[in-house]
């Protein structure tokens, strides 16, 4: 059954949750949410057999959540705190894409994080974004009502049949319609090409497994190298997947050992 939690700024956040155990709280990426997104609920039900209390929520202008004032940064920080102070104030934060960024913008505000699962974080090297050119481009098509094009816009760099299949699909119109809340996406991402990760994410104390997939895109086995480097207890780690999509049974094993507090990569060395 759908819960609510009121952000700082009064927005609605709509969230499930399950399981006993240690809490985590689970950080969809750029068109994640619920209803959209069953294999990160099929994931949630797995970890809280595993004995955790997950939480599972709808990013603010997805699904149930309200939409509230979208696009920034910092509402997406306060939505996260939210939910940690929903279940105690301290948990296990696991970020898929994008989300993966926010989960390192989110500890670095100190939202009581006890520990990061990233998965396949799509940060370019340090110093080699665009500039910002993904952000402001976005805002500016939402601005002038384009959605669909904010859509094809955000999708450039990806694959082009990602894109192509999208448009041919029933998902299509689900995308274009969540359109504005990607734009905080694109600022978690813009945010960080603005100084060397070790000095934007210093206070990112607590260990974390930056996450590829066996069969991956180029960009993501970099990125989650330089998160390792960076982050003073991090390291990577491999699970079975492709197409920027995990199989079940690699992900539930890999996060359940990682956020057991004696199990791998508890230590969080490289």
Known sequence: MTEFV?????????????????????IGGAMQFRAFDPDTGKLAHRLAARGYTVVNYDRRGRGESDAGPVGALESE??????????????????????????????????????RLALWEAPLPPEGQGDGGETHRGLRDRIAAGDHEGAVEFFMRDMPPEWLAGSKASPAWPVMVGIAPSLVADAAALTKAQEAPWAEQWSAVDVPVLAIVGEQTLPIFPPAADALAAALPHARTGTVAAADHRWQLDAMTDTLAAFLAKDGPGATGHR
């Open 6 to 26: 009121r952000s700082a700024d009064g927005t609605r956040i709509a969230f499930d949750i399950e399981g006993d155990g240690p809490p985590v709280v689970l």
């Open 77 to 114: 920080v306060e939505d996260v705190a939210a939910l940690v102070d929903r279940v105690g104030g301290r948990a296990a934060l696991y970020g898929s894409s994008s989300g993966a960024v926010i989960a390192l913008w989110a500890a670095q505000a100190g939202v009581g994080a006890t």
